[in-house]
């Protein structure tokens, strides 16, 4: 259960609708592509754009939660947090998000995706913060062998593009309980 003096906090947070963000993002790709702009910039890997990637992501995730598991609009909110990255908000409530990424493997091949649910074990994060992990890279992913530890949150969510053009997304959990595979088309 969320204490009162959280939702109190979260109440207060200016959330944004995910598909309005991307689609706005997905206007700026369309004029960075005219340009010769570094690799780094155009994926927002530098420091000062690592907000822009961590606010995309969240807004991926919950558009695709919105539109394939609860079925209504989830908003989010980007919170620099010990224990998470954003807030959602939806007819149901708040939860708080910590988001993870499996990096393309240009940044770092050695990573799977274990590893990454491994370390969860280790954060310090509250039994109802909700865990999404951005699968960024071309992988095949074997949903059976993905091994899940006794962790402390409340749920855990792989999303990721399944095309090179980065329009058809899946969304597959909750990890922790009966997970299902989801799939969604980014906004147009």
Same mark, same amino acid.
């Given at each position: 259960m969320?204490? $009162?003096?959280?939702i109190k906090e979260w109440s207060k947070l200016k959330y944004q609708d995910p598909k309005i963000v991307l689609?706005?993002?997905k206007e700026l790709e369309i004029i960075a592509s005219n340009y010769q702009i570094d690799m780094k910039v155009r994926n927002f890997r530098t420091n000062s754009l690592k907000c822009y990637r961590e606010g995309r992501e969240a807004a991926i995730f919950c558009y695709g939660m919105g539109k394939t598991v609860v079925h209504t609009p989830v908003y989010f909110?980007?919170?620099e947090n010990a224990d998470y990255d954003c807030v959602? $908000?939806?007819?149901?409530?708040f939860t708080p998000v910590q988001i993870k990424e499996l990096v393309p493997e240009y940044l770092n091949p050695t990573k799977d995706l274990n590893q990454i649910i491994a370390e969860l074990k280790k954060y310090p994060v509250s039994h109802n913060t909700v865990i999404a992990i951005h699968v960024n890279r071309?992988?095949?992913l074997e949903f059976d062998k993905i091994e899940i530890p006794d962790l402390n949150v409340a749920e855990v969510w792989l999303f990721g593009g399944t095309s090179p053009d980065r329009l058809q997304w899946f969304l597959y959990g909750?990890?922790?309980s009966n997970p299902q595979l989801y799939s969604f088309e980014y906004p147009n």
């Amino acid at each position: 259960m969320v204490d $009162r003096l959280a939702i109190k906090e979260w109440s207060k947070l200016k959330y944004q609708d995910p598909k309005i963000v991307l689609l706005k993002l997905k206007e700026l790709e369309i004029i960075a592509s005219n340009y010769q702009i570094d690799m780094k910039v155009r994926n927002f890997r530098t420091n000062s754009l690592k907000c822009y990637r961590e606010g995309r992501e969240a807004a991926i995730f919950c558009y695709g939660m919105g539109k394939t598991v609860v079925h209504t609009p989830v908003y989010f909110a980007i919170v620099e947090n010990a224990d998470y990255d954003c807030v959602t $908000r939806c007819k149901y409530g708040f939860t708080p998000v910590q988001i993870k990424e499996l990096v393309p493997e240009y940044l770092n091949p050695t990573k799977d995706l274990n590893q990454i649910i491994a370390e969860l074990k280790k954060y310090p994060v509250s039994h109802n913060t909700v865990i999404a992990i951005h699968v960024n890279r071309q992988v095949r992913l074997e949903f059976d062998k993905i091994e899940i530890p006794d962790l402390n949150v409340a749920e855990v969510w792989l999303f990721g593009g399944t095309s090179p053009d980065r329009l058809q997304w899946f969304l597959y959990g909750d990890l922790c309980s009966n997970p299902q595979l989801y799939s969604f088309e980014y906004p147009n």
